[in-house]
């Protein structure tokens, strides 16, 4: 088992790292613990960076235990956000739930996983659970965090039941019997919360690893769907590699120490990102895709030739103008948009650019159209 590789590769902190070293060089099967709250239905890379390192411990022959916090995401874990989180419905989370444990079993061995949701234990006897997690921290820890004091000083409320949910995500920690708990850095004040609720209960604290936190494909922001920066695991391979290829090249490195097990090899920027978008559409679609992929993205970026597969759109009319043959097949969102895309030299027909909106195009054969560098439709 190399030690080495678990405590520091992709990671940020470990609390507390001898006793966690000790632990590992003790043979001892340790029970390792990530939660995630259902709060979106799709999972992207983000999502696998703690994954991963789920995983490795799994491999290294420790027990992984995945919780889905199907409670927790009722309420909304507060952690950097500047306003309470919309409130999810039951429904909304069993939705958003439906497809987890497949994705995450791109990553997982799912049948060595003991996996729990963590309505298990808060759907019976809930208040009295309350009751008792309410002496397990106090009123000035939860209230100096960062991202509440912020929202104080900023006028901005905390509800009660926010203030509740890092003491709810300890209280997972000591119903799994939590030795390890892994989570992103903006994650360390519920798993520290963790270690004191565990106290409380009079069970041994667990260990915490703190991961970096994953920027998107805008190169600022963590990855997330609702900034729209996020890479998705069920991407066609095709769009996974584009926005591997969109990516800053001052992400690349920390692309492949987080989402690969892989070490860069090509110093030149897009040589490198190639070569990443390769292994990581493979990691998730098979080797297969992930040079199919690459093939394909050099074919028509760098070759500026057509997809081998485009697809097909069918129009029963002999002509049309262009701008409605944009909004027709649905290139373009609007007449503005159409108008935007033709002035400013994006959209061609057979290879050939085209300026005129109002010009009327026939259909009396096939026409390849293509809108911007990737968006290409056959018109039959």
Same mark, same amino acid.
């Given at each position: ?8 590769? &992709? ?6 790292? @001898?006793?966690? *070293? ?6 001892? /099967?340790?029970?390792?613990?990530? &939660? ?21 411990? +799994?491999?290294? #022959? ?6 889905? &916090? =199907? ?20 429904? *909304? ?46 009123? +000035? ?5 960062? =991202?509440?004091?912020?929202? $104080?000083? *900023? ?5 009660? $039941? ?6 709810? +995500? ?8 939590? =030795?390890? @708990? ?15 609720? +565990? ?28 900034? &729209? ?17 969109? $990516? ?8 492949? @120490? ?12 897009? @040589? ?41 759109? /069918?129009?029963?009319?002999?002509? $049309? ?29 057979? #290879? ?29």
């Amino acid at each position: 088992m190399d030690i080495q590789n678990l405590l520091e590769r &992709g990671v940020a902190e470990v609390i507390e790292k @001898e006793h966690l *070293e000790k632990a590992l060089r003790s043979g001892k /099967k340790l029970r390792i613990k990530f &939660g995630a709250d259902p709060t979106a239905p799709d999972l992207h890379l983000g999502h696998t960076v703690p994954l991963r390192k789920l995983r490795q411990f +799994q491999d290294a #022959g420790h027990k992984a235990i995945l919780i889905i &916090g =199907d409670f927790t995401a009722q309420i909304g874990d507060p952690t950097g956000r500047s306003e309470e989180r919309k409130p999810l419905s039951i429904g *909304e989370v069993r939705k958003n739930m439906k497809r987890y444990l497949s994705q995450a079993g791109k990553i997982l061995n799912i049948k060595k996983t003991e996996i729990h949701y963590n309505t298990e234990w808060f759907k019976k006897n809930a208040w009295s659970k309350i009751i008792e997690l309410a002496r397990a921290g106090t009123i +000035q820890q939860i209230l100096h965090r960062a =991202d509440f004091k912020r929202r $104080l000083d *900023e006028g901005n409320d905390i509800t009660v $039941l926010e203030s509740f949910y890092p003491l709810f +995500q300890g209280y997972d920690s000591v119903m799994v019997k939590a =030795d390890v @708990e892994i989570g992103g850095t903006d994650q360390k004040f519920n798993l520290l919360m963790g270690r004191r609720v +565990q106290r409380h209960f009079k069970i041994p604290e667990q260990d915490i690893i703190t991961l970096p936190l994953l920027e998107g494909v805008d190169g600022e922001r963590k990855m997330s769907k609702s900034y &729209g920066n996020y890479i998705g695991l069920d991407e066609e391979p095709k769009a996974m590699f584009g926005k591997i290829m969109s $990516l800053p090249d001052a992400l690349i490195d920390k692309y492949y @120490e987080l989402c690969t097990s892989e070490k860069r090899t090509a110093s030149d920027p897009r @040589e490198a990102k190639l070569e990443l978008g390769k292994i990581i559409v493979g990691m998730y679609h098979g080797a297969k895709a992930g040079e199919k992929a690459k093939e394909e993205f050099v074919r028509v970026f760098s070759r500026h030739e057509t997809p081998t597969e485009v697809r097909s759109w /069918k129009l029963d009319v002999r002509s $049309l103008s262009l701008m409605d043959l944009l909004l027709k097949t649905k290139m373009a969102a609007s007449k503005g948009e159409a108008r935007r895309l033709i002035e400013q030299g994006g959209v061609k027909i057979n #290879g050939e650019r085209q300026n005129d909106a109002d010009k009327i195009i026939k259909l009396d054969k096939e026409l390849l159209l293509q809108v911007g560098k990737t968006r290409f439709l056959k018109i039959v």
